[in-house]
């Protein structure tokens, strides 16, 4: 079955304790993205991938960081966290040409105390 | 930036009637218009989508219109049914051009049966 899939669905940690949401798409997509999303603020891209080893930033990119090693993998580093990334955050996929029409992962809740 | 203004953001409609929800994007290059459904709890999903040479699509109940002079494209939902009930983003990219793909802030339709 064609999926995205994220690890953790719920997250609850503290200020300043490093995390890694993962992201694995089966689906040979060259393009990745994470969204984080809040209220009133829609879905804001945080960073995407073009493909292995690219990636850049979207609109809100401070206080994460991403990899893209292996195609089917983009996990997103929160290296300190902050109660403000407290969010849903979304990972989704697509191939390259197709920018607009991702297919997105179940969600990761994401709290921080 | 890039923005995508996204109005209203509520939408309350009785069963039966239509619904508009309506965007305005800043970025000339946009090329590409997605409009993604998201259900309570659920990832959000595509719908439908056009693309800059085409001034309007249909799929069955869903419409979309496109001017780019004015650069504003809405989604039409005629004889609304409650399972339309949702928050429905539109959103816009440069297609094959770049990876971001910016989205409005949503619309919270509700459909009362």
């Known amino acids: 079955e064609a999926q995205v899939t994220q690890n953790p669905r719920y997250l609850i940690t503290v200020t300043g304790k490093k995390l890694t949401v993962t992201c694995s798409q089966n689906?040979?997509?060259?393009?990745m993205s994470w969204y984080r999303q809040d209220p009133g603020l829609g879905l804001r891209q945080i960073y995407y991938?073009?493909?292995?080893?690219?990636?850049d930033k979207g609109d809100v990119p401070e206080g994460y960081k991403v990899s893209r090693k292996e195609k089917r993998n983009f996990p997103l580093i929160l290296e300190s966290p902050s109660p403000n990334q407290t969010s849903l955050y979304f990972c989704?996929?697509?191939?390259?040409?197709?920018?607009?029409?991702?297919?997105f992962g179940p969600g990761t809740r994401l709290t921080v105390t | 930036g890039e923005n995508v203004e996204q109005h209203p953001s509520t939408l309350s409609v009785q069963e039966g009637d239509s619904a508009v929800i309506k965007c305005t994007y800043s970025?000339?290059?946009?090329?590409?218009f997605p409009w993604y459904k998201q259900e309570l709890g659920k990832r959000p999903q595509l719908i439908i989508d056009i693309r800059s040479n085409v001034g309007e699509k249909k799929d069955q109940r869903i419409a979309v219109t496109l001017n780019k002079t004015a650069k504003h494209f809405s989604l039409h939902i005629t004889e609304t049914q409650p399972e339309d009930s949702a928050v429905y983003f539109c959103a816009a990219s440069r297609g094959n051009q770049g990876g971001k793909l910016i989205f409005g802030q949503g619309t919270e339709l509700s459909v009362k049966p």
């Open positions: 689906m040979n997509h060259e393009y």
């Open positions: 989704a996929s697509s191939y390259r040409g197709r920018v607009g029409e991702q297919y």
């Open positions: 970025d000339s290059a946009s090329n590409y």
């Open positions: 991938s073009m493909n292995v080893e690219v990636t």
